[in-house]
Nanobody, 122 residues
Framework: QVQLVESGGGLVQPGGSLRLSCAPS????????MGWYRQAPGKQRELVAS???????NYGDSVNGRFTISRDNAKNTVFLQMSSLQPEDTAVYYC????????????????WGQGTQVTVSS
């Protein structure tokens, strides 16, 4: 079973930066959109940023201008560069990708990572 594996979370001081990475744990046939979501305690999961296979990006209002999403299609990896982090950015960050595992799959299926904790605190 293929999973999405995230890395790069941790504790950072306000104003600091972190870079998250996410890739499938095994081989897949094709990946279309990839993205990052986050969920803070007591809040709903929200979109942070997404990117299509062609490189078009979309950002949540709360992170626009501070975070940058990118991807390496050759390595099936998506990145989230986070700058000017604030305490309100504290959350579990989840990777999402629409993937076809096999050429015979007629549709893309949505996969989620297990999440990585980002804590912004002095």
């Amino acid at each position: 079973q293929v999973q999405l594996v995230e890395s790069g979370g941790g504790l950072v001081q306000p104003g600091g930066s972190l870079r998250l990475s996410c890739a499938p744990s095994g081989n897949v046939f094709s990946i279309s959109a990839m993205g990052w979501y986050r969920q803070a305690p007591g809040k709903q999961r929200e979109l942070v940023a997404s990117i299509t296979s062609g490189g078009s990006t979309n950002y949540g209002d709360s992170v626009n201008g501070r975070f940058t999403i990118s991807r390496d299609n050759a390595k099936n990896t998506v990145f989230l560069q986070m700058s000017s982090l604030q305490p309100e950015d504290t959350a579990v960050y989840y990777c999402n990708a629409n993937m076809k595992r096999w050429p015979s799959n007629p549709y893309y299926s949505s996969y989620w990572g297990q999440g990585t904790q980002v804590t912004v605190s002095s």
